[in-house]
């Protein structure tokens, strides 16, 4: 006799295992979509020079080696330029005095005086073009299309997350159907001249009543509205300022290699005192703690500080009197923690809780206002170099749809609340490692205009071209094109660092 | 036998110390000198010429048109194999006879020797019916002559190289056969092949094929680079023409890649060393332990 269980095993239809090539080949990863993104976006705002950055983008990034202060200093500084690795504060010195004229000042450039912006018309560009294709896309029916609006007005902001198959599945049912305002005038009309019989309950006259709202639509955030976060209108005074202090400090070693060398510097080693010998970076990163240019005796507030890389190279400089590492997350906490006890002598028992403070807290909520003289803030966004290359905690997921749309509110958010945190005249830092003008420019911004709206502070913009100038032999940066507030490291294969954005600053 | 071989060391040494005067003069001489442009030019580009008397150089003219060569083409052929000149006439028939087994056909197997005079010399015919028949596999029946033509290297190459080059095309770069023939990709090795392929790639300027017989997939895989521009151009072509980035970028890319290749590489044999000693494994997990104490930022 046959088993029912038996019949089912040899007509069950065969299918490849996951890890067959067929199946992995037709699979879409989250880095895939990260990258059909950029190539959507970053194509129309950098053109052909995109290229560029994305095959910079999908290769090995390059590190620049900070050596650690609490280890054998000099042995490790002597190891590392016998590798053939250059000093960075060297370099940047011998540089910046060949640039100089002959009465000590920078020698400016036109274009470097010259600020001019040219990427609002392809940021306009690319909304128009953004929600057109959104449009066609729900209503196939192209004579309507140009009636549709999303109503975007209402306050509830429900945090539940559609799935994706939810949502193409209400796309579907609206697809065959008349525009909303169309149906409104036409089937009203209907119902005026209709005769219902007297034999049908109320409850029948239902099926007449035209729709005035489609269920889930508050909880809709179309595509375009994301890119709608670029705004170009200063409602806000704004100022800004050609920045000519900057200075590496005598007791930072950062090496690194010259641009078109592509070695790997040596893996760290424990020094005798216990800690590491020194900390590998992605180079673009010691810029924002530099430009920040501290004080001895600032009081710090480092507002997203994990992995911590810039927290530690604030502690090397010995300056701070007080910095505050903080982070939402206890996980991404405790990897600062690990870093700092790793890298700094002694650092449970005379820096933790005395010169440096690690904690989880909300960066939007952190009510201790006019505290810090300097406040570093690198946000979380969509880390470009990340989502391209690990599909593990990659904000292109389709679950994270939302929260992705959502980044330059978070980020505007943050930067806002931290602006508030700063004394009058204190400094502060935003960078992010995204190349999207949005979550750069377009944050800093919206940020100015809400800290000037809500709270009425005023901020004055430091123009960071010209200190950068030196860096030239090492970073690739964006300037003068494309950018309005900060600077751009972009990534360069042969100086493969970054994305790195970063923008100076000062409180009034 | 040691007769002719003092007379040709005789010969050898005469000519070889005068190399313009006496030699040019004599050669302009004889009824070959017609098929010649500039002889003293000649001697100067290819100076082992030198060695042979302008009777080997008229009885080879002749023998090569007996045998239906074209005699505009001998002042090529002996620039290119000056061996020539000292060839027997039996043994050049022989050798137009192993290559007529080819069936490129008559004219074709003219072009290809008076193209590549060397290949008279070749001996090791199984390699190149072996690596034709890889060839031909790809591109068709028809179109071995095409191949060879434009990548003579093809008949000392290693079959197996040959083997993995056609795979590379075929299963990866999924390109036209078509564009395979009109190309001088079989003289680039694989490794540059893989480079420019992935170069390319990276930038976004590679369209990889997904599924048969899709119209869209055709429509984007035909904005592809053709693959002769790819193959045939120089480095710096290719970057700045092809590419349309600088020459730094490419040679920055080809040193990483190469290094990328390496490591993948050294990776594989790591884990099938891992899997046939159980010591590796604990060498191999220490490694790891002191590695996770790196801390790499963004």
């Known amino acids: 006799m046959l088993k029912i269980k038996e019949i089912t095993k040899y007509f069950c239809r065969y299918k490849h295992g996951k890890t067959h090539w067929s199946v992995i080949e037709k699979k879409i990863f989250t880095k895939d979509r990260a990258l059909e993104n950029f190539d959507d976006f970053y194509g129309n705002v950098y053109g052909i020079r995109w290229k560029s950055m994305r095959i910079a983008l999908l290769c090995k990034q390059k590190y620049i080696a900070m050596v650690n202060n609490f280890g054998e200093e000099e042995k490790v500084s002597n190891i590392l330029e016998e590798d053939g690795a250059t000093n960075i504060r060297i370099l940047y010195d011998v540089t910046k005095r060949s640039m100089k004229d002959d009465s000590g000042r920078f020698y400016i450039d036109e274009n470097y005086a010259n600020n001019a912006f040219n990427g609002e018309s392809k940021m306009e560009n690319i909304v128009e073009k953004k929600r057109s294709q959104e449009i066609k896309q729900i209503y196939a029916d192209k004579d309507h299309a140009s009636d549709v609006k999303f109503s975007n007005d209402d306050d509830e902001e429900d945090s539940d997350q559609e799935s994706d198959e939810e949502k193409e599945e209400k796309i579907y049912n609206i697809e065959h159907k008349k525009a909303l305002e169309t149906s409104f005038r036409e089937d009203i009309a209907i119902d005026h001249s209709r005769i219902i019989d007297p034999e049908f309950t109320q409850g029948a006259l239902y099926e007449y009543v035209p729709a005035t709202k489609i269920k889930g639509l508050e909880d809709f955030v179309p595509e375009s509205d994301h890119y709608r976060y670029y705004s170009n209108v200063a409602d806000f005074p ?28 040596r893996l760290p080693f424990k020094t005798i005192t216990g800690v590491s010998s020194h900390f590998l970076m992605n180079g673009s990163s010691i810029l924002p703690p530099l430009v ?78 006019a505290a810090y003289d300097k406040v570093m803030v690198d946000v979380p966004c969509t880390t470009d170099r990340h989502a391209v290359n690990e599909n593990d905690n990659n904000i292109f997921k389709p679950t994270r749809i939302k929260e992705r749309l959502r980044l330059p509110e978070l980020q505007s958010t943050i930067l806002s609340n931290c602006i508030r945190l700063l004394k009058p005249g204190g400094d502060l830092v935003y960078s992010t490692c995204s190349l999207s003008p949005i979550q750069n420019d377009g944050v800093v911004h919206m940020a100015l205009s809400n800290v000037f709206k809500e709270h009425g502070i005023t901020v004055t913009i430091k123009d960071l071209s010209l200190v950068m100038r030196p860096f030239q032999s090492v970073f690739k940066f964006e300037h003068p094109r494309g950018l309005k507030y900060g600077q751009m490291v972009l990534p360069y294969l042969p100086a493969n660092f970054g994305p790195m954005y970063f923008c100076k600053m000062t409180r009034n | 036998m040691a007769l002719k071989f003092f007379k040709w060391s005789i010969n050898a040494r005469f000519y070889s110390n005068t190399v313009n005067s006496n030699l040019v003069e004599k050669l302009s001489k004889i009824s070959a000198a017609k098929y010649l442009d500039n002889i003293e030019e000649l001697l100067n580009t290819a100076p082992d010429l030198c060695r042979y008397s302008p009777e080997q150089w008229e009885k ?63 001996k090791n015919f199984n390699l ?87 119209e869209n997939d055709a429509h984007e895989a035909k904005k592809n680079p053709k693959l002769s521009k790819i193959s045939d151009s120089t480095d710096k072509r290719f970057a700045t023409k092809v590419c349309h980035v600088t020459l730094e970028e490419y040679e920055t890319f080809v040193e990483m890649y190469k290094e990328e290749i390496e490591n993948d590489e050294d990776a594989v044999e790591r884990r099938k060393r891992m899997k046939n000693s159980n010591e590796y494994i604990e060498e191999f997990e220490d490694d790891e332990n002191d590695r996770s104490h790196i801390y790499y930022n963004k």
């Not at chain 1, 920045?243 to 070695?263: A, D, K, R």
């Not at chain 2, 007996?66 to 620039?79: D, S, T, V, W």
């Open chain 1, 238 to 265: 704004l100022k800004i300022e050609m920045e000519t202090e900057f200075s590496i400090p005598q007791n930072l070693q950062l090496y690194s290699y010259e641009m078109g060398n592509i070695s790997d510097f």
């Open chain 1, 292 to 369: 920040l240019n501290i004080k001895p005796g600032d009081v710090i507030f480092d507002a997203c500080s994990a992995p911590g890389g810039k927290s530690l190279l604030l502690l090397q400089t010995h300056m701070p009197k007080l910095l505050v590492a903080n982070d939402l997350m206890e996980s991404r906490a405790n990897k600062v923690r690990k870093l700092m006890q790793q890298y700094i002598y002694d650092f449970k028992s005379s820096w933790k809780n005395h010169r440096c403070i690690i904690r989880e807290e909300d960066a939007r909520i952190t009510s201790e206002y």
């Open chain 2, 60 to 122: 080879s003219l002749e023998n090569l048109k007996e045998l239906g060569f074209n005699p505009n083409k001998f002042q090529y052929m002996i620039a290119q194999s000056p061996s020539l000149l000292s060839k027997p006439k039996e043994k050049i028939e022989d050798a137009m006879n192993n290559w007529s087994f080819f069936d490129f056909g008559r004219k074709e197997t003219y072009q290809l020797i008076e193209r590549y005079p060397e290949f008279l010399d070749v």
């Open chain 2, 128 to 214: 190149i019916h072996e690596n034709l028949s890889i060839v031909k596999s790809f591109v068709g029946q028809k179109h071995g002559f095409k191949v060879i033509r434009n990548s003579p290297n093809i008949i000392s190459d290693s079959s197996k190289s040959l083997e993995e080059k056609v795979a590379y095309l075929r299963d990866i770069m999924k390109v036209d056969p078509v564009e395979v023939y009109k190309s001088d990709v079989f003289s680039l090795d694989l490794l540059s092949l893989k480079t420019r392929h992935v170069f390319l790639e990276r930038l976004g300027m590679w369209f990889k094929k997904k599924k048969k017989g899709d």
